[in-house]
């Protein structure tokens, strides 16, 4: 699946704002997808996730980015280049240790050179007002501005309290009994003299240590708090949710390669007649879905065959694998090039390895077969 440019609309630029997007993970929670590509450049809504949050890099104003990479670092520069076709000025950088999330910034911190620098997390789907984030920034005369946003469960996170005028008061723990419902959403907006005295060539946490230790020293850190839509993209189950929520245009994005509507189907996919695909599945380019299937909120990776008779619910199906007749998959991910043979049945939480073939009826969850 390949990725067009952003649009022809450019929009006034953001003065003195530069942007940081940490793309250096291995994206152990998602294999085996993330096996043959880096998280941000898998497959989502037909396009790269990387290319949906440029696209909103660049609908805010701001046009030069610099790339922290890591795991097969090559492929961003083979498929981004220098970020002309999307408006951008793209620079990359190798982190050849790993340096935790301040380190990695540090890591690049050579190549700015406006004061303001938004840093991304590079696997968050996120609806937020860049621009409204900036100007939070600046009218506190802050030293770094987090984004936070309000979650109905903060135990799984740890909790970022702020004061009556937003200014972040401590960085807390995961706990059973957080004091307050924001997080940290992984969106920032650093002064750049700040990055340039986070310590070089080790690993370091902003969390753990350059946030406290600004804490600690006095540093205004400004919270701003947004209710739009957030989701981390780091599991399958979210993975999936966030692609079909672009195609439905639940978070619209300039990078969608289509119209919104329940399924986005790519140059030379093949659905038959009485087959459904709905629900913001993405079909790619290639794929076939056979007679009587149903394919209903999933990936379809280029390639990719569902057999007739089917039933594809929340998954994950990677390039050139091939789904048997009969087969029940709901909240499974399939490997590149793997087989799952007539009459398996797979449920939440199944991942099948590239290439693995499994035999018809080889897998079942409950005793009565097709």
């Not at 986005?264 to 629900?279: K, M, N, P, S």
């Not at 007539?342 to 005793?367: H, M």
């Amino acid at each position: 699946m390949t990725a067009g440019p952003a649009g022809p609309v450019r929009p006034d630029p953001l003065p003195d704002a530069e942007a940081v997007v940490l793309v250096g993970g291995q994206g152990m929670r998602l294999r085996p997808l993330t096996l043959s590509a880096p998280k941000p450049m898998l497959p989502t809504a037909g396009v790269p996730f990387l290319s949906h949050l440029l696209a909103r890099i660049r609908a805010a104003g701001i046009r030069h980015v610099v790339l922290g990479t890591s795991y097969k670092a090559e492929v961003f520069a083979e498929h981004f280049g220098d970020g002309a076709e999307f408006g951008l000025e793209l620079e990359y950088v190798v982190e050849d240790q790993p340096l935790d999330t301040a380190g990695a910034i540090r890591n690049v911190a050579h190549l700015l050179r406006e004061r303001d620098v938004l840093v991304f997390n590079g696997d968050i789907l996120s609806g937020l007002d860049l621009r409204a984030l900036v100007g939070t920034h600046r009218a506190a005369a802050a030293e770094v501005t987090l984004h936070l946003v309000k979650v109905d469960d903060p135990r799984q996170f740890g909790c970022v309290p702020t004061d009556a005028d937003g200014r972040v008061t401590a960085f807390l723990e995961k706990t059973e009994d957080p004091p307050v419902d924001q997080i940290n959403a992984g969106c920032y907006v650093f002064r750049r003299e700040v990055i340039e005295r986070i310590p070089a060539g080790r690993r370091v946490s902003v969390e753990r240590e350059t946030f406290p230790g600004l804490l600690a020293s006095g540093a205004r850190l400004q919270g701003h708090v947004d209710s739009s839509y957030w989701l981390d993209m780091g599991t399958p189950a979210a993975y999936v949710r966030g692609s079909a929520d672009l195609v439905t245009g639940a978070l619209p994005s300039a990078a969608l390669p289509g119209e919104p509507g329940e399924a986005l189907l790519l140059d030379g996919a093949e659905i038959a007649a009485d087959a459904r695909v709905d629900g913001g599945s993405t079909v790619g380019s290639g794929c076939s879905v056979a007679a009587g299937s149903h394919v209903d909120g999933s990936m379809l990776f280029d390639g990719a065959s569902i057999g007739s008779d089917s039933v594809v619910e929340r998954c994950v199906i990677g390039a050139g694998a091939r789904i048997g007749a009969g087969v029940d998959l709901r909240g499974a991910v399939i490997g590149d090039g793997a087989v799952v043979g007539d009459g398996c049945e797979l449920l939440d939480g199944a991942r099948v390895w590239p290439q693995v073939e499994i035999p018809a009826g080889g897998v079942r969850f409950s005793a009565d077969r097709r």
